[in-house]
């Protein structure tokens, strides 16, 4: 299906499931959406299971949202509970769109909650309390996380799901990947069928050297691994340290929360010829959250850093704000800093939403299936690819 069939079909006010493998669009469709609905003074819900997924489309959590703390479950019990809280009430009291972004990461039982929740405040038996639900996401890329082992993992897999009676809108034209190499192999991958002419590439890939300006973001299954590889190549670079530290605004509980749902750093240790990459979006400035650079300088005026991006421009950073709102939409903590971080590695869960120009990627630890169909999925093509190493559960989704 195509961008402007599905958007057509949203306008409707149908349930709506958008998917589609990465790369696709999905995103900037439902940012499309959003604009219409608000130029039309419709103020949709837009949350997401986790900050940085929910920071990348401009939303909130869905935990926040609702107000149920860390809570999966939610009872009866809780549910009166929350019906007590005027905040609540009156967000939800005149909701009548709610888009939830990457889905696949929504455990059966919040999904569950969400539809419980929203009967009650609605006091209607209809899905989701008859608000026009919208579900964003690729049930091939990263699964809710779990401590254990369940059979009923995703929210595909329960009534509530059926019950809504979603329009699915699969999209297929690939705007992130612009190489047939590399469409077919997310492609075998999906469909379980990686072919000989693929694990081919994957050889040729196999620590290649890169002919692009700049060393390429190194994506990783494991923090440890990233952490040590930033450090290692920031001392290696012989130029003065330059130290950025957040300024904050709020309770400390408060500000943990938005370090938690950010690549924010609370030092950010920088030098001349660093790997870089953008954590936030300023379409004026010309970056996005995922623009990879390098520092070539800093500002002789305000001490900021100089980045040279792919396309050759120079972009003169300056602090931007990270802000957290309570259930009232009220600002209650606020973080600034410049919105840069290391980026010599990065852990593929960071990575989701992101493209990357380049990547040398080490699937060889993968223990998750769909991490590596995250990670390949990251970049353009296949030239873009250094590939150190893979195993059996890389190529699962």
Not at 178 to 184: P, S, V
Not at 236 to 252: C, D, I, M, N, W
Not at 314 to 335: C, F, P, R
């Amino acid at each position: 299906m195509k961008q402007k069939n599905a958007f057509e079909i949203l306008k409707t006010g149908r349930n709506v499931f958008l998917t589609g493998s990465a790369g696709t669009g999905k995103t900037h469709l439902l940012n499309e959406y959003i604009q219409y609905l608000r130029k039309h003074d419709i103020d949709p819900a837009i949350i997401a299971p986790t900050g940085i997924a929910a920071s990348h489309i401009g939303g909130m959590t869905i935990h926040s949202f609702f107000g149920i703390g860390i809570q999966e479950n939610i009872n009866d019990y809780m549910i009166d509970s929350l019906m007590q809280k005027k905040h609540i009430y009156k967000r939800l009291e005149k909701l009548k769109i709610i888009i939830i972004d990457e889905i696949s990461m929504v455990s059966p039982e919040l999904f569950s909650s969400i539809d419980r929740i929203l009967k009650a405040f609605k006091f209607s038996n209809e899905p989701f309390g008859g608000v026009q639900l919208i579900l964003s996401g690729d049930f091939f890329q990263l699964p809710p996380i779990s401590k254990t082992k369940k059979k009923i993992k995703f929210a595909w897999q329960i009534n509530t799901w059926d019950e809504a009676n979603l329009k699915v809108c699969y999209l297929k034209k690939k705007f992130r990947q612009d190489n047939g190499d590399l469409i077919n192999i997310l492609d075998e991958i999906r469909s379980n069928s990686i072919s000989e002419n693929s694990m081919e590439i994957f050889r040729c890939c196999y620590k290649k050297k890169l002919t692009n300006n700049f060393k390429a973001t190194k994506l990783y299954t494991h923090n440890i691994d990233v952490d040590r590889i930033n450090d290692e190549n920031l001392k290696a670079l012989q130029s003065e340290t330059r130290v950025y530290e957040s300024k904050e605004h709020g309770s400390k509980k408060n500000i943990e929360k938005i370090f938690k749902s950010s690549l924010l750093k609370e030092k950010l240790k920088l030098k001349k010829d660093a790997v870089v990459i953008f954590i936030k979006n300023n379409y004026e400035k010309g970056y996005i959250n995922g623009t990879l650079g390098k520092v070539v300088g800093f500002n002789n005026m305000i001490g900021t850093p100089i980045v040279e991006i792919f396309s050759g421009k120079k972009i003169v950073t300056e602090y931007e704000d990270w802000n957290l709102e309570n259930n009232k939409g009220e600002i209650v903590a606020n973080v600034k800093q410049i919105p840069l971080r290391l980026a010599w590695a990065l852990t593929i869960h960071k990575s989701q939403g992101m493209t990357l120009d380049a990547a040398e990627i080490d699937l060889s630890k993968t223990f998750e299936v769909g991490q590596g169909y995250v990670a390949l999925s990251r970049i353009k093509s296949t030239e873009g690819l250094r590939l150190m190493g893979l195993n059996e559960t890389a190529l699962q989704v």
